[in-house]
């Protein structure tokens, strides 16, 4: 059984920074792709970045420039360093994997930037 633990969530105020960290245990044979999503009410889960198994990463237009994917492969985790956040960027978080072709999601964490 895969589990993902998050962390890193809080209230910031706006300009400020957080990192988010996910951590993947259990019998993990082959990761293909980590990601983050975020969630506000009322609306779809959006993709916020990914990272590759090659290290190669993307994001939302909205994050660009702010917000940096990273992995530590040895630990099995995804990091999302967030810069100059700002009210807008308030939701709950997701860390997603692929892994042995199959899709897990972590509980989310909540981040909250005040004005």
């Known amino acids: 059984q895969v589990q993902l633990v998050e962390s890193g969530g809080g209230l910031v105020q706006a300009g400020g920074s957080l990192r988010l960290s996910c951590a993947a245990s259990g019998s993990i044979f082959s990761i293909n792709g980590m990601s983050w999503y975020r969630q506000v009410p009322g609306k779809l889960r959006e993709l916020v970045a990914h990272?590759?198994?090659?290290?190669?990463?993307n994001y939302a237009d909205s994050v660009k420039g702010r917000f940096t994917i990273s992995r530590d492969n040895a630990k099995n985790t995804v990091y999302l360093q967030m810069n100059s956040l700002k009210p807008e960027d308030t939701a709950v978080y997701y860390c997603?994997?692929?892994?042995?072709?199959?899709?897990?999601w972590g509980q989310g964490t909540q981040v909250t930037v005040s004005s």
């Open positions: 997603r994997l692929v892994a042995d072709s199959r899709l897990y």
């Open positions: 990272i590759s198994i090659g290290g190669s990463t």
